[in-house]
């Protein structure tokens, strides 16, 4: 099946600092990818969907200059945090998508990034 | 995607049958039911998709009736290892191309 991995699983950082975050689609070409933040006990929100080669659009909200996400290739999608504070202490999820698969179902999840800022 | 309502948490034994209902009183002609599971610290992995009827895989069972405005997902026999959130989705193809998550169903089996 489909994997998405992300490194690095987990991740502590002085505040003010900036982290960057990788999303890999191991076996297959991922058109697009999405970035999530979760918090403990709470549901996945939607940040960002990147599509390869072209800027990423941002949910509303979501600080662009503070999340930044590149993707540069059908295989790797990046979120750098920028200058981070203890509250975007979080678990950040990214999912990539196939293609236009005629199932509904191609969207699949990496196993997720623990970021604690101190 | 078309809002949904689960209940918040579940409690379950192991080797008992699981049914987790989701309601869609707006779901569209085009619409989809998909279910996903979320264990601890991971992300989400896909379980089951259906329209209508009855659709069953090695994991879990869907039931949804002919009105398709409610869903039921059903876990056979569950295990200390099906102890995690369940989410519900409802949504076209071009909708899913972006999930929104609900709030989804914690369940916890217990021994």
């Known amino acids: 099946g489909a994997v998405v991995s992300q490194h690095p699983s987990r991740v502590i950082c002085k505040s003010g600092t900036s982290v960057k975050i990788e999303c890999r689609s191991l076996d297959f070409q991922a058109t697009t990818m999405f970035w999530y933040r979760q918090f403990p006990k709470k549901s996945l929100m939607l940040m960002a969907t990147?599509?390869?080669?072209?800027?990423?659009?941002?949910e509303q909200g979501v600080e662009k200059d503070k999340f930044l996400i590149n993707h540069a290739s059908l295989t790797l999608s990046t979120l750098t945090v920028t200058s981070a504070h203890p509250e975007d202490s979080s678990f950040y999820i990214c999912?990539?998508?196939?293609?236009?698969?005629?199932?509904?179902?191609?969207?699949?999840f990496g196993p997720g990034t623990r970021l604690t800022v101190l | 995607l078309a809002k949904t309502t689960q209940p918040i948490s579940m409690d379950s034994y192991e080797g008992q049958e699981v049914n987790i209902t989701c309601s869609h009183n707006n779901i569209a002609t085009n619409d989809y039911i998909t279910w996903y599971q979320q264990f601890p610290s991971q992300g989400p992995r896909f379980i089951i998709q259906?329209?209508?009827t009855k659709v069953t895989n090695e994991v879990a069972s869907l039931f949804i009736p002919a009105d398709r405005k409610s869903s039921t997902l059903s876990l056979p026999r569950v295990s200390l290892s099906d102890t995690a959130v369940y989410y519900c989705l409802v949504g076209d193809k071009a909708s899913f191309q972006k999930l929104v998550f609900g709030t989804g169903t914690r369940l916890l089996v217990s021994p």
């Open positions: 259906g329209y209508k």
């Open positions: 990147s599509n390869e080669g072209s800027k990423a659009t941002y």
């Open positions: 999912s990539a998508r196939a293609g236009l698969a005629a199932s509904y179902n191609e969207q699949f």
